[in-house]
């Protein structure tokens, strides 16, 4: 059983940057797809990166493609999100989610993830 702890959120300004954390254990197989998401009030969850978690292959949505940047640290089994040029409509939850097996290259929905953490608040003012 894959576990997720997020951390790392906070109220920032328009143009502020935030590093997102998420602590995984409980890894059971060779390859994870580990994702970020988040969902703002009265929308659906979105799906905004992912990575392999062998390094191989990281995806982004349009809406944050150049100013996020999703990576991993194998040694102590982190996935962060770097978040810069923050956005008031990037206000949201957001959640690290993982499944079995690599990321498909076109945008994954949530149910296609068994595996979350509790979310983390981002909240960007203007």
């Known amino acids: 059983q894959v576990q997720l702890v997020e951390s790392g959120g906070d109220s920032v300004q328009a143009g502020g940057s935030l590093r997102l954390s998420c602590a995984a254990s409980?890894?059971?197989?060779?390859?994870?797809?580990m994702a970020w998401f988040r969902q703002r009030p009265g929308e659906k969850r979105e799906g905004i990166a992912r990575?392999?978690?062998?390094?191989?292959?990281?995806y982004y949505a349009d809406s944050v493609k150049g100013r996020f940047t999703i990576s991993q640290d194998y040694a102590k089994n982190m996935v962060y999100l770097q978040m810069n040029s923050l956005k008031p409509e990037d206000t949201a939850m957001y959640y690290c989610?993982?499944?079995?097996?690599?990321?498909?290259?076109?945008?994954?929905?949530?149910?296609?993830?068994?595996?979350w953490g509790q979310g983390t608040q981002v909240t960007v003012s203007s």
């Open positions: 409980g890894y059971r197989y060779s390859n994870y797809c």
């Open positions: 989610a993982a499944r079995v097996g690599y990321c498909y290259r076109v945008s994954e929905p949530q149910e296609n993830y068994n595996y």
């Open positions: 990575m392999n978690s062998d390094g191989g292959g990281s």
